[in-house]
């Protein structure tokens, strides 16, 4: 079992930054890869960034250049970095890891955090 839990969601004016942070515990070693995920209101919940275990990020094409994901695996946190902030970001964002044990493949969430960005 992997808990996630996330901190660092707010109201930002347009153009503002904010900065999320995600605490991983339990089973750490099976975890294979971090990302954060977010929901908006009446559309289904999208890939923001995603970071591996060698360090290999991803990020969705509407965040390119403005969100950095990283990760710090001495403290078990994984973190996105959110500039220029516009209000099409505003959702529910939430953590995820994928965690691998035995051939079985897992998925965990945090609990969310909103983030809104007002205009």
């Known amino acids: 079992q992997v808990q996630l839990v996330e901190s660092g969601g707010g109201l930002v004016e347009a153009g503002g930054s904010l900065r999320l942070s995600c605490a991983a515990s339990?089973?750490?070693?099976?975890?294979?890869?971090l990302g954060w995920y977010r929901q908006a209101p009446g559309k289904q919940r999208e890939l923001v960034a995603g970071?591996?275990?060698?360090?290999?990020?991803n990020y969705d094409d509407s965040v390119k250049g403005r969100f950095t994901i990283s990760r710090d695996n001495a403290k078990n946190t994984v973190a996105l970095q959110m500039n220029s902030l516009k209000p099409e970001d505003t959702a529910v964002y939430y953590c995820?890891?994928?965690?691998?044990?035995?051939?079985?493949?897992?998925?965990?969430w945090g609990q969310g955090t909103q983030v809104t960005v007002s205009s």
């Open positions: 995820h890891a994928r965690a691998a044990q035995v051939m079985v493949v897992r998925d965990y």
């Open positions: 339990g089973s750490i070693f099976s975890i294979v890869a």
């Open positions: 970071i591996t275990n060698g360090g290999g990020t």
